[in-house]
C-alpha cells in the first residue's frame, strides 16, 4: 500500500524514488514486522493468558515440560501472521501474483494451524485435529495453490528442478510438477511443526531459512546476479524477498517472547504457516533443494520420526528414547538451552552450506 502510494509520488518528490529500490523496502519490511510483533506481543499474551488460551503438553513428554511449561498461552503464531501480513501489504507489490500466493499459502496454513490449536484448547488434550483432516486441509490448501501458480503467473521454468552443486543438471518434472510441489509444501509445513517443541527451537531456524531466501530471492530475480552466478533468471520474483524479510522480522519479535522460558508458544498457527510459506518461496524460485538443504535441521527432525514409527512397527522397538530427536536428547538429560543453542548451531551451519550452493555450480 505505501509502495504505491509513494512511487505514485515520484515526479512530484523525486527521493521518493529510494521506495522503488526492492533493497530498501525489504529492510522496511523486516523493521516493520518486527515492530508490529513486538507492539501486539506483549497485549496478546497478556489475553491469552487471561482467556486460559494455553496449550496443552504431552504427557509422554518429559516431566520438565510437564511441570513447567503447562499454563503457557498458545497461537503465537497468529501474532507472527500479524506482522508478516501487514508488512507485506505496506511494502510489496501487489501487482505481484507471487506476492498473492504467498499471503494465500501463509493465511490458509495458518487458518488450518489455527483450527488445530483451538481443539486442543477445547478439549485439552495435544491431538487437535485429526491427521487425516490436517492431510486433507493441506493438501487442499496446496492445491489451490499450485492452481493459480501453474495458470495465472508467467513462470516458465515452474516444472523444472534444479540441482545444486551442479550447472547444467536440470529435470522436467513434467506432469510430476504438482505431485512433488504438494509434497514440498505439505513435507515442509508438517517439518517445521514437529521441530516447533521446545522454546524458540523452531523461530531461530524459520528465520535463517527466511534470510538465507532472501537473498535468494533477491538474486534469481536480478538479470545481473543471475547471469553471474550462473543461475536462473526469474522475472518478478524479486519481490519474495519483501515478504520473507517479513517473516525475518517477524520471527526475530516472536524471538523475544518464545526464547526459553517460552512466555508464549508458536502452536500449529505459526508452524504449519511458515513451513508452507517457505516451501511455496522455494518452490517459486525453484531452490526446493536448497530448501531441503538450508532446512535441514527440520528435515533431521521429520526423519528421526519417520526411523522412529518404522522401526516400532517393524520390530516393535524403537531407535530413540522419544521423538522428535531433540526430545531424545532431552531424555538422555541434556538440558533444554543446550538442546535449542545446538541445533541452532546446526541451523546456522546449514544455512552457509545451502547459500554456498548458489556460488558453487
Known sequence: MLFHFFTSLVDQYSFLNVFKYLTFRTGLSVMTSLIVVFIIGAPLIKIFSEKMITGPIRQDGPIDHIVKKSGTPTMGGVIILIGIIF??????????IYVWILILVSVGLGGLGLIDDILKIKYKNSRGLKSRYKFTGQLLIGAIVLF????YSDHEYLHNLYFPFFKNLILDLGLFFVPFALFVIIGASNAVNLTDG???????????????FTLISYVVGNTIFSEYLQIQYIPNVGELSIFCGSIVGACLGFLWYNAPPAKIFMGDTGSLSLGGSLAAIAIIVKHEIVLAIIGGLF??????VIIQVISFKLTGKRIFKMAPIHHHFEKKGWAESTIVIRFWIIAIILALVGLATLKLR
Not at 528435515?299 to 528421526?304: G, M
Open 87 to 96: 508488512s507485506t501489504l505496506l511494502w510489496a507489490d501487489l501487482r505481484n
Open 148 to 151: 493459480i501458480l501453474i495458470n
Open 198 to 212: 521446545l522454546d524458540g527451537l523452531a523461530t531461530v531456524p524459520v528465520m535463517l531459512v527466511a534470510l538465507s
Open 299 to 304: 528435515v533431521l527432525e521429520t526423519v528421526s
